[in-house]
């Protein structure tokens, strides 16, 4: 399995997980053409696109996708809201119900986000195993260390000492994720399993990736691969180390 960043962050998010005969899309935020190209304009092999909430950089794709016949799994406010649009391929899915897109189990959950209903969502797959894919959260309410994640792909938007002269800082703080809630996400749900944490949706003016990446080791350790998502970055999810 392949995990392709197509771009993340607060211009556009949109990820591929790439089987040998599926692909699964994660948010519909960016262009269409940029997500052909990304997956080699393999659009047939599409089984579906999860989008985890309404903002514009994770959702404002969702027509054209939806126009090449590819379903967007989503939570029920926001189907609501793009309904309108090609709905009869627009699911809203329940909280905690797991449900199959093509060979991919995904089990959705509520995460906190400025008051806008956001799914977090746990994936598995036979090639790849289990991943927790959260971003645009304060905190997650759950612990899965019981499900022994393979794989993070987990918001790390911004440090923690960010100065509140920033015109965002509210926004900022209360709907995006620190280092030090991804750290205590990492320390809750390591376990030998883990392989990769991907860290997405970083600020531009706020997060030092270098810091993150290597306060992430610390607590990963370090046979855990730590990268931070952009545009073209491509990584190996495999169930087993070797």
């Known amino acids: 399995m392949i995990l392709k960043c197509i771009d993340s962050g607060s211009k556009g998010n949109a990820y591929a997980l790439i089987a040998e005969e599926e692909i699964l899309l994660l948010e519909a935020g960016c262009r269409l053409m940029d997500v052909k190209k990304a997956i080699g304009f393999q659009i047939g092999k599409v089984v579906g696109c999860l989008v985890t909430h309404s903002h514009k950089d994770h959702i404002g ?7 090449t016949g590819i379903k967007i799994y989503t939570n029920d406010e926001t189907k609501q809201l793009v309904y309108s649009v090609h709905g009869e ?5 329940p909280e905690m119900k797991m449900f199959e897109v ?3 189990n995904v089990t959705p959950f509520y995460v906190p986000h400025n008051d806008i209903p956001n799914y977090a969502y746990l994936i598995e797959h036979e090639e790849m195993g289990k991943l927790l894919f959260a971003t645009d959260f304060e905190y997650l309410p759950w612990t899965f260390r019981q499900h022994r994640l393979n794989h993070m792909l987990i918001e790390c938007n911004h440090m923690d000492d960010v100065e509140n002269t920033d015109a965002n800082y509210e926004h900022v703080l209360r709907g995006h994720s620190s ?21 997405c949706h970083l600020s531009h003016s706020n997060a030092d990736p270098a810091q993150m990446v290597g306060d992430v080791i610390k607590v990963a350790g370090s046979r855990v691969k730590v990268l931070c998502a952009e545009a073209g970055l491509e990584v190996e999810l495999r169930r087993a180390l070797f």
Do not use: E, H, M
């Open 179 to 199: 280092l030090s809630t991804v750290l205590d996400v990492v320390r809750r749900n390591q376990t030998p399993s883990l392989r990769n944490v991907i860290l």
């Open 61 to 67: 794709y969702a027509k054209d996708i939806l126009a």
């Open 102 to 104: 093509g060979r991919f």
């Open 89 to 93: 391929r627009l699911y809203g899915k």
